[in-house]
């Protein structure tokens, strides 16, 4: 039986729809029917050719949830949960870490291993169904599968996606303490994740700046205290916001989650001296940013960290809160669109458009 994939053949390039051959499954590997595969900005960037190293073709989709079909030798989950045919589970995307090299042994940063493939992103098509933009889905042996929560539908988990892992990882890697006032800069599903969570270990006062409204809107039901426009809200008229709230400090955290180069600049006016600066939207090269170390950095003893992806960590802990806190967490809101594998094409333009803040990708009906 073969199966139906979106294939992104080159950047700048039309999706195309190919049949793949139903791969036989080796020792330890398993076989998911795809429920649900997002659409996030990293696909629009994969689209521009904004990442090195894609080994184009490729297969995108690298936060999916699928259904059991078939395992080879697997009985439970990577937490040891049982496992069998018919479970819904979502799958840490980072594969193939060496467990050999400096950042796998001493830095403990696997995320870092240069030997590492990502589902979606790094994987050929021609090496196999390895995105979640297919009807099925080949888990590798190794691969570190979860069970989904009881609680939790696919699209508790999916409408969050990468976003909600990335959210959690900033402000985890932030170290905000309880009452500290944070600024998220983006209102996209990290933007929107990162506010929640900040929300839920304490912040005592969150603002959103992004675009669009509706974004913005949806921003309030995931933690925010205040909403700025970066279409209605000049510059000037958003750090006097923050200087109003803070009386004149700045924000103890500031957490980019938009992927803009321009906001690097604007973040870091917006944070009082001594803050944490988290930089989580940029995966992909978006182009350079203008700072002066001395005023944005030195001067401002600031703390800047990158989050660039996420750990398993990150994956298992997020989906905890999901499922302790599903009513303050509405991620199935973020959804703004579901698409056919023949329409990933049109799904693409709509994220990257901002007409849809989630776009997901159902293969099968």
């Not at 996606?161 to 800069?185: H, I, K, N, P």
């Amino acid at each position: 039986m073969s199966i139906r994939a979106a294939v992104m053949t080159a950047p700048q390039t039309d999706i195309e729809v190919w049949e793949l051959d139903d791969p036989g499954l080796e020792e330890g590997a398993i076989l998911l029917e795809t429920v649900a595969s997002e659409v996030c900005g990293t696909d629009v960037h994969l689209f521009h050719g904004r990442l090195s190293g894609v080994p184009y073709p490729i297969i995108p989709g690298h936060v999916s949830v699928g259904r059991v079909l078939e395992t080879r030798g697997v009985t439970t989950d990577a937490l040891e949960a049982p496992l069998q045919t018919g479970d819904e589970v979502s799958f840490y995307d980072v594969h193939e870490v060496c467990n050999a090299c400096y950042h796998c042994t001493v830095a403990r940063q696997p995320n870092r291993c240069p030997s590492r493939q990502v589902y979606g992103i790094t994987y050929s098509a021609h090496d196999g169904p390895l995105g979640g933009w297919a009807e099925r889905i080949y888990l590798k042996p190794g691969v570190r599968v979860v069970k989904l929560p009881e609680n939790l539908r696919p699209a508790d988990v999916i409408g969050g996606g990468c976003g909600l892992f990335t959210g959690f990882g900033a402000v985890e890697r932030s170290t905000l303490s309880m009452g500290d006032t944070v600024v998220v800069q983006g209102s996209g599903p990290v933007g929107l994740c990162a506010a929640a969570m900040a929300r839920l270990r304490g912040a005592g006062t969150i603002v959103v700046i992004g675009a669009p409204a509706s974004r913005l809107q949806l921003a309030k039901q995931f933690g925010a205290d205040v909403v700025l426009s970066i279409e209605q809200d000049p510059m000037e008229a958003r750090a006097a916001a923050i200087s109003e709230l803070t009386s004149g400090r700045g924000a103890d955290v500031v957490i980019e989650a938009s992927g803009n180069p321009d906001a690097i600049v604007e973040g870091l006016d917006l944070l009082r001296d001594g803050g944490t600066y988290v930089v989580g939207g940029h995966y992909t090269d978006t182009g350079p940013a203008t700072i002066n170390p001395h005023i944005h950095v030195n001067r401002k003893h600031a703390d800047v960290r990158g989050q660039w992806g996420t750990d398993f960590r990150h994956m298992v802990r997020a989906l905890r809160i999901v499922s302790k806190y599903r009513e303050q967490l509405p991620l199935s809101k973020i959804i703004g669109g579901e698409y056919e594998l023949d329409r990933a094409g049109q799904a693409l333009q709509d994220v990257a458009a901002l007409r849809v803040t989630k776009a997901i990708i159902k293969p099968t009906t």
